[in-house]
């Protein structure tokens, strides 16, 4: 036997007062135990500053017991030591005068720059979406083509950046267009 779940309806709806309020939440007890805690170690804190307060100036005011008067023993001459100390050297830093008088050299090896490159920021079907692109990247203040090109899959319209001579310069013009949400351009080499 099947159920006819959609000609079933829905459940009633349960009436009363209780269905619109919530209970508010029972009250949690007095925590005595940590007030009694709180308190013992406030009235501890406040006997120790009391105590220490006048610590000061009850020292000055207790009486030193005196010392016996004795006769002042005759005072030996001093033994000279057997190893005495060497006297401390004079500090000699040679680097102070050499090294306003020293080259240093260092080799760097040219780096190659691979040749110019070129950065293609998309390619679209339409010569008007391709157009829309450039105009993004021409609000940035970089300067930007559409090229188009026919292959096997038909005409596409390139939007390309370039050419670049350091592929560092191709770098920062890509993050610049990152900021403002052109995420998919690609850096290669000059064909």
């Not at 619109?20 to 501890?44: D, E, I």
């Not at 890509?174 to 850096?187: E, W």
């Amino acid at each position: 036997m099947a159920k006819d779940y959609a000609g079933r309806g829905r459940p009633p709806r349960k009436t009363g007062r209780s269905s619109g309020r919530r209970k508010a939440p029972a009250k949690k007890p007095f925590p005595w135990p940590m007030a009694l805690v709180v308190t013992a170690l406030v009235c501890f804190f406040g006997y120790l500053l009391l105590t220490i307060q006048g610590a000061s100036d009850r020292q000055g005011e207790t009486p030193a017991p005196q010392a016996p008067v004795s006769q002042p023993k005759p005072q030996a001459k001093p033994t000279p030591d057997p190893d005495p100390l060497p006297e401390k050297p004079q500090e000699d830093w040679e680097y102070i005068d050499v090294l306003p008088n020293s080259e240093v050299e260092v080799e760097v090896p040219e780096q190659e720059s691979g040749g110019p490159f070129l950065m293609q920021c998309g390619s679209f079907r339409t010569d008007d979406q391709a157009n829309a692109m450039r105009a993004t990247i021409a609000f940035q203040g970089i300067e930007s083509q559409v090229r188009r090109s026919e292959g096997s899959n038909g005409v596409w319209y390139r939007v390309v950046l370039g050419p670049y001579e350091r592929k560092r310069m191709a770098e920062r013009d890509r993050h610049s267009l990152q900021k403002v949400g052109i995420n998919g351009c690609q850096i290669w080499l000059w064909n």
